[in-house]
């Protein structure tokens, strides 16, 4: 178990329609990461977050948005959703920002229908 | 454009039978290279990081090294409980911790 948790575990939607993920990180981590895994991308980084502010950011498209709430929980939001969104979305955490080891929740499976 | 390889895609291996991965990266400044285990349905998990040239880290059966441009994962008599796909990924320069990941390798072990 990583400490790491994300919900729901598997969504299922319709295009056009609008999701949010969330992610709790490690306790004692402020750095968290979102990464898009699908079978012929591989894992991509998406954005990064440390302490509630937006760190870096990586190819994630416009529709989607992410952010950091004070008790560093964080959410992705993905919204007028399309077939090729359906992937899994991993969150991750990490101590801070230097080159520490990111530690992987077990994502979340979106299917678009 | 900062990029990492590994190879081979899939290896499978009989129990007992060692052998090695390969992740091979071109990036602009090299912050960090790690090794994650991922099995179906789970998220990676971390096991080593390596940081510099020469350095090694190992872990029951697994040994990673690094040189200035791969590393490899090597595997010491594998058990059928090592299946799973190993991913590689090198920590970029810029502030930040931003991991690009290879495609990974397959690896099933046969009892």
């Known amino acids: 178990d990583s400490g790491v948790t994300q919900t729901p575990k598997h969504l299922i939607t319709a295009t056009g329609q609008r999701v949010t993920l969330r992610c709790s990180p490690r306790?004692?981590?402020?750095?968290v990461y979102w990464y898009q895994q699908s079978l012929d991308q591989g894992l991509q980084f998406l954005i990064q977050?440390?302490?509630?502010?937006?760190?870096a950011k990586g190819n994630i498209l416009e529709r989607f948005s992410a952010q950091q709430f004070p008790d560093l929980h964080s959410e992705l939001n993905l919204s007028s959703l399309e077939l090729g969104d359906s992937a899994l979305y991993f969150c991750?955490?990490?101590?801070?920002?230097?080159?520490?080891?990111?530690?992987f929740g077990d994502g979340t499976r979106l299917s678009i229908l | 454009e900062d990029q990492v390889t590994q190879s081979p895609e899939a290896l499978r291996l009989q129990e007992g039978e060692s052998s090695s991965l390969n992740c091979s990266y071109t990036?602009?400044?090299?912050?960090?290279l790690f090794w994650y285990r991922q099995d179906p349905g789970k998220g990676p998990e971390f096991l080593f990081t390596?940081?510099?040239a020469g350095e090694e880290k190992e872990k029951e059966r697994l040994k990673a090294t690094l040189t200035k441009k791969e590393s490899f994962l090597h595997i010491t008599a594998p058990k059928p409980e090592d299946s799973a796909t190993y991913l590689c990924?090198?920590?970029?320069?810029?502030?930040?911790?931003?991991?690009?990941f290879g495609a990974g390798t397959r690896l099933a072990v046969h009892p």
């Open positions: 977050y440390y302490n509630g502010e937006e760190r």
């Open positions: 990924a090198v920590g970029v320069s810029g502030g930040y911790n931003k991991l690009i």
């Open positions: 991750a955490s990490s101590v801070d920002s230097s080159n520490q080891p990111q530690h």
């Open positions: 990036v602009s400044g090299l912050r960090g």
């Open positions: 390596l940081y510099s």
């Open positions: 306790s004692g981590d402020l750095s």
